[in-house]
């Protein structure tokens, strides 16, 4: 079983659409987690990191569920720019440093 | 700063030759991680370091891949001999070591084709 898993879609939405993305992972002793933005061409970049009581960067909103052990993200009033592959990261430091990444979800806001 | 630098940003090269891609973690992080991602199967950890010693190489392909990180600035990922199988983008990434919510930065990856 995949340490980190995500929906790929692709998720095809018009401007202003709210869009959600979900995640789990599948070791309870992961410790944090975030979601990083990979625009085409490009490294992966952080977008926000997720926190147990929920948080929220603007129109995006971070939540973690360690009891069922997902992580969302949701996307309010998407712009154009927001098309881009969104990944799921978890990191477990107890054997070491180690970050798991989804495979990244992908979203494409149209006109 | 300046970030995670790697060098070359592209490479090509001809099967059988030996390719080195080098990285420079952002100064005072701990944690340097070799990716290589491809369409065809996403974002894969190689191997990882912590405080210049390697960590988890499971992810490395085969022997004809080594890393090295003789110093805290600096590591290398070798390929050596190339195949064209090996053509992806390798990313080096840095992380300070030992506290949450500490997140990985990378670099802007190496473009690497195999003919």
């Known amino acids: 079983r995949k340490e980190v898993e995500q929906d790929p879609g692709p998720f095809n939405v018009p401007e202003g659409a709210t869009v959600a993305f979900n995640c789990t992972y599948s070791?309870?002793?992961?410790?944090?987690f975030f979601w990083y933005r990979q625009d085409c061409r490009k490294e992966p970049k952080l977008l926000m990191s997720?926190?147990?009581s929920g948080n929220e960067d603007g129109r995006f909103t971070a939540q973690l569920n360690r009891a069922s052990q997902y992580i969302s993200l949701l996307i309010r009033d998407s712009k154009l720019s927001d098309s881009a592959t969104y990944l799921c990261v978890v990191n477990k430091m107890d054997t070491g440093n180690q970050f798991y990444f989804g495979t990244g979800t992908s979203l494409t806001v149209i006109p | 700063d300046a970030g995670v630098i790697q060098s070359p940003r592209h490479e090509v090269t001809e099967m059988g030759q030996e390719v080195t891609l080098r990285c420079k973690p952002i100064s005072g992080h701990n944690s340097l991680f070799w990716y290589r991602q491809t369409m065809m199967r996403g974002l894969e950890l190689l191997i990882y370091f912590n405080n210049n010693v390697p960590i988890d190489d499971s992810g490395m392909p085969e022997d004809r891949f080594s890393a090295k990180m003789p110093n805290a600035s600096f590591s290398t990922l070798k390929i050596q001999p190339s195949e064209p199988r090996d053509s992806a983008v390798y990313f080096c990434a840095s992380s300070p070591l030992g506290g949450y919510q500490e997140t990985q930065y990378f670099g802007p990856g190496t473009r690497l084709l195999v003919l």
């Open positions: 997720v926190y147990s």
């Open positions: 070791n309870s002793a992961s410790q944090s």
